[in-house]
């Protein structure tokens, strides 16, 4: 049973399908431009205090890291502003990075000596004794 018809029906199909992603991908993203330019539009001021919030500090001098979180990796906001490096993706301190920097995943000790980042505390303030030059460290297990 040959059916001529079944082969352009299923390629119609796929392009429609296609075209229906297509819009709803970029439906979605003019939506998140309109509701930053609102955002923008009602206030400036949040904007002007979370960049000097979180105005870049000097490389940290002190930093030990533990041999099981030497392979550890983390996520940084590639910007002029940000110093802090985070352990969650979705941190709500790193999504404000969108649109203003690049998103990097890299190890955390190049994280630190390469880039100068401090722990963020919102999402990895566990990680505060890293830098803590007090804290007690056991040497070598």
């Known amino acids: ?19 229906l992603i297509f819009c709803a991908a970029t439906s979605c993203q003019t939506g998140a431009s309109d509701e930053t330019t609102q955002t923008d539009a009602v206030s400036s001021e949040p904007e002007v205090t979370a960049a000097v919030a979180t105005e870049k500090r000097p490389a940290p001098e002190f930093f030990a890291i533990p041999e099981e979180m030497l392979k550890k990796r983390v996520w940084i906001c590639e910007d002029n502003q940000s110093d802090i490096f985070h352990v969650k993706h979705d941190c709500p301190i790193l999504v ?15 994280a630190i000596e390469d880039y100068g980042r401090y722990n963020c505390q919102e999402c990895s303030e566990d990680l505060d ?13």
């Open 1 to 19: 049973m040959n059916l001529p018809f079944i082969e352009p029906l299923a390629r119609r199909v796929k392009s429609a399908a296609l075209l």
């Open 96 to 110: 404000q990075c969108k649109g203003k920097g690049t998103f990097r995943n890299l190890l955390l000790p190049r």
């Open 129 to 141: 004794f890293i830098f803590d030059q007090d804290a007690v460290r056991e040497l070598g297990k």
